[in-house]
C-alpha cells in the first residue's frame, strides 16, 4: 500500500469521508475502501487549469499531485462510484472542505434513493420466501 493512502486512511480515520461508514467494521469493507480524488484526474490534465489547480486549497501551493493526501479521501464503494468525476460549479473557489462537503450532501441525495430501492426489493424477496 502507498504512503500516500496509509496517510489519507488514518486522516480520516477509516470511515468514509461522505457517508460516515465504518470501512473497519468488517473484513469485507475493509477490503472495499476506496480512495476518491477531490479534483479528478480529468481535471489535473487541463493545462489551461494549471494555475488555478496551484493556488487551490487542496494542493495549498505545493505539487499539483493526482495521488497526494490533499487530494484524496477514504470513501466506501457506493460514494466513490456514484460521485465519480463530479466536480461542483465554482469548484475553483471552493475550500478542500467545501468540496468535501458538497459532495456529502450529493451523495446523500443518491444514497437516500438507493437505500428505498434496497428496502424495496429486500421486501420483495422476503415475500417470496415465504411458505404457501
Given at each position: 500500500m502507498e504512503k500516500w493512502w496509509i496517510e489519507a486512511q488514518l486522516?480520516?480515520?477509516?470511515?468514509?469521508?461522505?457517508?460516515g461508514l465504518d470501512l473497519y467494521a468488517t473484513f469485507g469493507l475493509y477490503y472495499?475502501?476506496?480512495g476518491d480524488h477531490l479534483i479528478p484526474r480529468s481535471t489535473l490534465r487541463q493545462p489551461e487549469l494549471a494555475?488555478?489547480?496551484?493556488?487551490?486549497?487542496?494542493f495549498r501551493g505545493g505539487p499539483v499531485r493526482y495521488n497526494s493526501v490533499s487530494n484524496c479521501v477514504t470513501t466506501c464503494v457506493?460514494?466513490?462510484q456514484h460521485k465519480g468525476k463530479a466536480?461542483?460549479?465554482?469548484?475553483?473557489?471552493?475550500?478542500r472542505e467545501e468540496l468535501i462537503d458538497w459532495?456529502?450532501?450529493?451523495?446523500?441525495?443518491?444514497?437516500?434513493?438507493?437505500?428505498?430501492?434496497y428496502e424495496?426489493?429486500?421486501?420483495?424477496?422476503?415475500?417470496?420466501?415465504?411458505?404457501s
Open positions: 486522516r480520516d480515520g477509516g470511515r468514509c469521508v461522505y457517508c472495499s475502501t476506496q494555475d488555478v489547480l496551484r493556488n487551490h486549497d487542496v457506493f460514494c466513490n466536480l461542483p460549479d465554482g469548484w475553483e473557489r471552493m475550500t459532495n456529502r450532501r450529493e451523495l446523500a441525495t443518491v444514497r437516500s434513493s438507493h437505500e428505498r430501492e424495496r426489493r429486500v421486501a420483495v424477496l422476503a415475500s417470496r420466501q415465504q411458505p
